[in-house]
Structures are given as structure tokens and as C-alpha cells.
């Protein structure tokens, strides 16, 4: 009866899981083309100022674009979704 019960628990737990997963890669997949878009203005925009001879303001574009770049904030959501999975394949193994 209890092993019954625990497996009920499990396979809603796994299914929350594998919801939560789809959904979270869809936002991901969605999310990167903005990110792509605003990584470009913010390149554009460090060369222009990097021209006008305005340097401090071409380096903060330049970083901001790095943080919105594929390297940053998409890459932390990757690593928020491989987590996920992994712990979804560890929980159908036993």
C-alpha cells in the first residue's frame, strides 16, 4: 500500500517536471531572439560611440551587450533547464 502511494506521489512529481521543462525550453527558445536583437544594438552602438570618441559609453554598451549576449542570461537558463532534466532522468531510474 505505501509503495503504491509513494509511486502516485513520484509520477505527479515527474510529470510537474517534465511540464515544467517543456515549458521552461519553449521561454528559452522564445526568449533568445530578443536577446540576440538587443546584443546587436548594443554592438552598434559601441561602435558608434566608440567613433564619436565617447569610451566610457562604448565600453558600457559592450558590456551590457555581453550580459545579454548567448554567453550570460541564456546560458543560465540552459543551465536551469540541464539541472531540471537531470533530476527528471534520476527519478525515473529508481
Not at 519553449?26 to 536577446?35: C, D, E, I, R
Not at 549576449?69 to 533530476?87: D, E, K, R, T, V
Request: hydrophobic letters at 60%.
Amino acid at each position: 500500500m505505501m509503495r503504491w502511494l509513494i509511486k502516485i506521489i513520484l509520477f505527479i512529481i515527474r510529470l510537474i517536471m517534465s511540464i515544467l521543462t517543456t515549458f521552461l525550453i519553449f521561454l528559452l527558445g522564445m526568449g533568445t531572439a530578443p536577446l540576440y536583437l538587443l546584443m546587436m544594438f548594443c554592438i552598434f552602438g559601441a561602435i558608434a560611440s566608440f567613433l564619436q570618441k565617447e569610451v566610457i559609453i562604448g565600453n558600457e554598451a559592450l558590456i551590457i551587450g555581453f550580459l545579454v549576449s548567448p554567453y550570460l542570461i541564456p546560458m543560465i537558463g540552459a543551465s536551469i533547464i540541464a539541472f531540471l532534466q537531470g533530476i527528471g532522468r534520476y527519478t525515473n531510474q529508481r
